[in-house]
């Protein structure tokens, strides 16, 4: 049998030999000085050979204990070349499929079927959020602990949404995952449940004219970029999503007809389906469009480009520090606000509530299933948008003596 001493007096020759411990164990002396633990043994009548690695990093206790292991297997019936190259065959099996490779698999097979920007924005989140132990965990490993060990510490920081929006946007993952049969089950159905629900917020919104006409006046005093000035300036005008105002570009404004056709893939799904939108100018819309052309430079798409990514349009968050500097915050008043300020005042002042909700893009999922007529009600949404235009004028000079234009009610 060998030992330490022996073995460490092995020098190395010009060919290869082995030198043997008990059981078809050995040392194999390389003629480099390599020690390599082999088990020589015989299966379905043909010899072979296994490695247990080098010495002196794999010790003559821990070989010896292999060595034992080994022969019960070959004792089993085990071809223990055969099960290495399985388990090899196994492991280069889950690194291919780690939650990250099938999350990058499952983005490219959805290029077609979501806007980029949400795509992205779903891998921003992911790569984000998750930490790295799980994106590279082999999808078929995961189990429901580790998804709510990964979403408990965002709930617990007070992020519930986040939290839901994350074990979502995995579930998408998941049953991708499954319909390309890497695994049997999507771990985030597990844990439904587990999470305390989201408290649904309306977006705040003022919708008290005095105060209106106060904020308008604030906008008119603000101090920063000329961008994000404009933006301010349009967004309680035309009060569109904001996402669809930051990305607004030239080639969808038409200053002779008054009118911004904001494309299909911009919108959000009505029904499962994206529309296109329009939207018309009023006078005053026209004006602020006009003084940011002048100002745009040579290349530019955007009407609101983001001063620190060139190529890119305004961050998401602008409108809101925007806000935020004029001493508005997110219990008063946010950039999705706009939208409610304008159904609350409209409707109060008579317009039709079928005309403010196809100007808002609110399409009741029973219309999309007919042919969508994106010009409908136009006529009363070029008077009812030039009515809102000059209905915010009157706030911002004199609130208190405004009196509302109020539509003519139709049959």
């Known amino acids: 049998m060998l030992t330490e001493i022996k073995i460490k007096s092995l020098k190395p020759r010009a060919k290869l030999y082995r030198v043997a411990d008990q059981g078809g164990l050995c040392i194999e002396v390389t003629p480099g000085g390599s020690k390599l633990w082999r088990y020589r043994h015989r299966i379905h009548g043909k010899y072979t050979m296994v490695s247990f690695g080098s ?33 090899k065959a196994q492991a280069a099996l889950a690194a291919a499929n780690t939650f990250e490779a099938v999350k990058e698999e499952w983005l490219g097979k959805n290029r077609t079927r979501y806007a980029a920007s949400t795509l992205r924005q779903i891998a921003r989140h992911l790569d984000t959020i998750l930490p790295a132990w799980f994106r ?102 035309l009060f569109p999503r904001p996402a669809n105002l930051r990305a607004m570009e030239w080639s969808e404004i038409d200053f002779d007809a008054a009118l911004w056709t904001i494309p299909a893939d911009k919108m959000k799904k009505a029904g499962g389906t994206r529309l296109e939108h329009l939207t018309p100018l009023p006078t005053q819309a026209l004006e602020i469009l006009r003084g940011l052309r002048a100002l745009a430079k040579d290349g530019d798409c955007f009407v609101f480009p983001n001063t620190q990514r060139p190529g890119k349009c305004m961050s998401g968050s602008t409108i809101t520090m925007a806000l935020r500097a004029l001493g508005y915050d997110g219990e008063t008043q946010t950039g999705h ?50 009515a809102w235009a000059d209905y915010l004028d009157g706030l911002r000079t004199a609130p208190n003596k405004v009196t509302p234009i109020r539509a003519r009610k139709t049959a």
């Not at 010896?64 to 292991?69: D, P, T, V, Y």
């Not at 008290?208 to 404009?230: C, E, H, N, Q, S």
């Not at 509530?353 to 999922?365: G, K, M, S």
Request: aromatic share 4%; with cysteine.
């Open 337 to 386: 606000g706009f939208r409610a300020t304008a159904s609350t005042r409209l409707n109060e002042m008579g317009w039709r509530e079928d005309v403010i909700e196809r100007q808002l893009a609110h399409v009741p999922r029973n219309k999309v299933r007919r042919a969508y007529n994106r010009a409908e009600y136009m006529d009363e949404r070029i008077q009812m948008m030039q």
């Open 55 to 87: 010495w002196p990093e794999v010790s003559i206790a821990e070989a010896r204990r292999k060595h034992a292991a080994a022969r019960e297997s070959v004792k089993a019936g085990t071809n223990l070349a055969t099960a290495r190259q399985a388990a």
């Open 136 to 237: 590279s965990r082999p999808i078929r490993e995961i189990t429901p602990a580790d998804m709510l060990e990964v979403l408990r510490p965002i709930e617990e920081r007070g992020h519930v949404q986040t939290a839901h929006t994350v074990r979502q946007r995995c579930g998408l993952v998941f049953r991708y995952a499954i319909a390309t049969r890497r695994i049997d089950r999507d771990p985030t159905q597990d844990i439904r449940g587990a999470l305390p629900p989201i408290v649904v917020r309306s977006q705040s919104a003022l919708t008290d004219p005095v105060a209106i006409g106060k904020l308008l006046r604030a906008i008119d005093g603000y101090v920063g970029f000329p961008t994000t000035r404009a933006a301010l300036k349009l967004a309680p005008i």
